[in-house]
């Protein structure tokens, strides 16, 4: 079989130049379209649950929340197994699914069944996915620079500007906010006065609730013309939440500022973020979606970070604390020039060796053509250009150099033969 390849890739030389023209052609393009990475993405083929149960133990969490949810998402088709996690007020699932099968359509399954499981979790707790990212889906982190801003004011600007401007990025999963204040009205009831009101923490609550509402009514038509109707309830201020009535005691609303007090705070925090010493910073991390090229969303983001720039406060701007950008950079020009010094030198050694060089020139001419058609299977295997497989690359150049000598070593020997047994025969006709 391999004698008849060769043989008629002898006879057939320009139709083999045009394949393998067309196979670098084919591999240039094949390089432009890979998505290029520092690191390869290991991690597992996973669909994260998360169930946030505030001011509740892992304890409790454990038992109503994670226990249930962990005994029904086993039974999904094609699954390694179920992790649980419980701590204060959340609980995290970690379904793991076989390496072939597809993340959205794990997600689907998963969302079925949460569908059906939700009604035996207690009332009010709703579990929502994580984000469509992976473990090293985490490409750019950047903080605020606002001297002349507090924590709530730049926590809110990265809530309701920043967030949602570069979620509409391609290829970006979730901006995870984090440091800061969250801004959130909160209201201090006192016992003593609920106690002789006669009152209850629920009562109140459900005053709160209904009164930060907005109702329809209904359209009627007035001398040929249609009016509707509507009610707004948003509460907007602490004097419109101190004004709510709970109860009406002989014929005397009950309002929550007589039994509570009511003031703009910040929502409980677990931790904070310090950079570099120097004091609080507020920021956001960019999550990178599922099989995205990592290299073309950073870029991506940044230009809309200084898109977004451009309406920010005096004095704000952007300053970034991680970019894989500068790690991917570095990584690929360091692989690139190792590749073109093994190319260089293996070229040399190549020419010094065989001293031949149309022998040398047709075992340079599989260097590129290799590469090319590497980066050709690398994207029907779904593999990046990363630190692992751009060396693996590199160290194939010198397998793939000793192929090429061995043959045209062994074929320059036997048309020597050749040569010398026709010019035995030419010498021994003329006599």
Do not use: C
Not at 326 to 350: A, R
């Amino acid at each position: 079989m391999v004698h008849r390849i060769i043989g008629w890739s002898l006879h057939n030389r320009f139709i083999v130049l045009v394949l393998s023209a067309a196979l670098l052609i084919w591999g240039v393009f094949a390089v432009k379209k890979n998505p290029i990475d520092a690191i390869p993405d290991l991690s597992e083929n996973q669909v994260i649950v998360f169930t946030e149960w505030m001011g509740r133990g892992p304890q409790l969490i454990e038992d109503q929340i994670t226990y249930p949810l962990v005994t029904n998402l086993q039974g999904l088709p094609k699954i390694k197994y179920v992790r649980g996690t419980s701590m204060f007020g959340m609980s995290f699932i970690y379904v793991i699914f076989n390496d072939d099968v597809d993340v959205y359509w794990g997600r689907e399954r998963v969302l079925e069944r949460l569908s059906t499981v939700s009604r035996s979790l207690p009332t009010g707790v709703s579990p929502q996915l994580g984000p469509d990212g992976t473990g090293v889906g985490h490409i750019l982190w950047y903080t605020l620079d606002a001297p002349e801003m507090d924590l709530g004011e730049q926590r809110a600007l990265q809530d309701w500007y920043i967030k949602f401007a570069l979620q509409n990025v391609e290829g970006v999963s979730e901006i995870a906010s984090f440091g800061g204040f969250q801004k959130q009205y909160q209201i201090t009831v006192d016992p003593n006065k609920l106690l002789y009101y006669r009152l209850s923490i629920p009562q109140v609550m459900s005053a709160v609730r209904l009164n930060n509402n907005e109702s329809g009514g209904r359209k009627f038509e007035l001398s040929d013309i249609g009016y509707i109707i509507k009610t707004s309830g948003y509460l907007q201020s602490i004097e419109e939440i101190e004004n709510i009535p709970i109860k009406n005691q002989g014929s005397i609303p009950i309002r929550v500022s007589d039994i509570a007090s009511v003031q703009m705070t910040g929502e409980t925090r677990l931790g904070i973020f310090d950079q570099d010493g120097e004091g609080e910073r507020v920021g956001g991390i960019v999550v990178m979606r599922y099989g995205e090229n990592a290299a073309a969303v950073i870029e991506k983001v940044k230009a809309k970070m200084s898109e977004a720039a451009k309406g920010f406060p005096k004095g704000v701007k952007f300053d970034i604390v991680y970019d894989r950008g500068e790690l991917i950079q570095e990584s690929v020009d360091s692989i690139k020039h190792t590749l073109i010094e093994e190319m260089i030198v293996v070229s040399l050694v190549v020419i010094i060796f065989l001293f031949h060089w149309r022998s040398a020139l047709s075992i340079i001419i599989q260097i590129p053509i290799t590469l090319a058609a590497s980066f050709i299977l690398l994207n029907a295997f779904g593999i990046s250009s990363n630190i692992m497989s751009l060396t693996g690359i590199a160290l194939a150049i010198g397998v793939i150099v000793d192929n090429g000598i061995i043959m045209s070593e062994n074929a320059y020997k036997h048309l020597s033969q050749r040569y010398e047994q026709w010019q035995q025969e030419q010498k021994t006709t003329s006599l």
